[in-house]
């Protein structure tokens, strides 16, 4: 009966085992069937083209998003106009759920897709209620909330007290891929543009970076990314 309440509302796609992937996440796991129905009542897919804004920085929050294929860059606007690219998100991951608890209700950032992706979109008041008549998951996004300032305030030294080539260790060292004998295969799902400005350099810095960890032996470049040799030594390297 509950799976044919979920299918009034939403399509077809989402019944390919999308619905499993969403409740695997450590906050949203804890919904009981009742909050579950209620956070994806109303829940739509839509599909953006590359670089289609998906909402705007001061934008009022009347949704967050679950990325089903293709990519997001989320942004923020310097005092200057210059984009300040926070987080490259991708399959599986989602987007501005943490923002639907600011006050006031704003954006604090720009999503635009970076190739042709489908996003789903859910209501920010159903989930914003059942947070706050939940506790177990109450404490779950607090957590989560803690453990993202303690990322954010990780990248600032980073980004500060780092050389070029640090940087682009650290984000090699911190990003997920997947591991084996000592290798990493991370696939970027942005362009080097796009990565550079994640790091705070230039293009033209960035090449240069990765000529020199690619002449040390520790990075190969792949169609959809790099490889990462030599895990241990980077690691021993960089701390």
Do not use: W
Not at 62 to 88: C, P, Q, T, W
Not at 94 to 115: C, D, E, G, K, S
Not at 180 to 185: F, I, P, R, V, Y
Not at 221 to 226: E, L, Q
């Amino acid at each position: 009966m509950e799976l044919c309440l979920y299918t009034l509302y939403i399509d077809t796609y989402i019944l390919g085992g999308v619905m499993d992937i969403i409740f695997q996440n450590p906050v949203f796991s804890l919904f009981n069937p009742a909050e579950r129905q209620r956070i994806l009542h109303g829940a739509k897919t839509l599909d953006f083209t590359t670089e289609q804004e998906v909402f705007f920085q001061g934008d009022y929050i009347d949704y967050y998003y679950f990325v089903l294929s293709g990519a997001v860059k989320v942004y923020r606007l310097d005092i200057h106009g210059d984009e300040r690219v926070m987080n490259v998100l991708s399959s599986g991951e989602f987007v501005a759920h943490i923002a639907n608890m600011l006050h006031p209700r704003q954006y604090p950032v720009t999503v635009n897709a970076l190739r042709h992706t489908k996003l789903l979109r859910l209501g920010a008041d159903a989930f914003v209620e059942a947070v706050k008549n939940n506790h177990a998951v109450t404490v779950a996004f607090m957590a989560e909330m803690a453990e993202r300032i303690f990322k954010q305030v990780s990248y600032i030294d980073t980004l500060k007290n780092n050389s070029a080539v640090d940087r682009l260790k650290a984000f090699l060292l911190t990003t997920d891929g997947v591991l084996k004998d000592n290798q990493k295969h991370i696939v970027l799902h942005s362009t080097k543009r796009i990565l550079a400005q994640q790091l705070s350099l230039t293009p033209e810095c960035l090449s240069r970076c990765l000529s020199t960890l690619k002449k040390q032996g520790f990075l190969t470049a792949t169609p959809d990314g790099f490889i990462v040799h030599h895990m241990d030594r980077m690691i021993e390297q960089y701390a």
